[in-house]
């Protein structure tokens, strides 16, 4: 059964890190090459934050989190970290995780960019940061 269950929210003050996880159960590892995040804020669109194309490992991370935030996967592959740091209050939101089968990098990234449907999700993890 494809399965991503994120985890590490929390509250954290301006300037400080958190670590997300995700971990990906293996049906979903099998049926998916186009994974990460996105949020979304009270009253806010949903945002993809970042994401990886993981046949190649290219990389899209959102113009408002580049420089601050990275992803990584563990050995295995079966589960997919969000570092973030230098948290700032307007990185508060639900974050999730999300997957989907994409034909190549672009396509990947370009669902992340533009905000599209992934066929996989979360149930979401929330961070607040405080000034």
């Known amino acids: 059964q494809a399965r991503l269950v994120e985890s590490g929210g929390g509250s954290v003050q301006a300037g400080g890190s958190l670590r997300l996880s995700c971990e990906v159960s293996?049906?979903?590892?099998?049926?998916?090459?186009?994974m990460g995040w996105f949020r979304q804020a009270p009253g806010k669109e949903r945002e993809g934050v970042a994401g990886?194309?993981?046949?190649?490992?290219?990389?899209y991370f959102a113009d408002s989190v580049k420089g601050r935030f990275t992803l990584s996967e563990d050995n295995a592959g079966g589960t997919l970290y969000l570092q973030m740091n230098s948290l700032k209050p307007e990185d508060t939101a639900m974050y999730y995780c999300?997957?989907?089968?994409?034909?190549?990098?672009?396509?990947?990234?370009?669902?992340?960019?533009?905000?599209?449907?992934?066929?996989?999700w979360g149930q979401g993890t929330q961070v607040t940061v405080s000034s």
């Open positions: 293996r049906d979903t590892t099998l049926r998916t090459n186009c």
């Open positions: 990886i194309f993981t046949r190649s490992g290219t990389t």
């Open positions: 999300a997957a989907d089968f994409a034909v190549n990098s672009d396509y990947c990234n370009t669902r992340f960019s533009r905000g599209r449907t992934f066929a996989y």
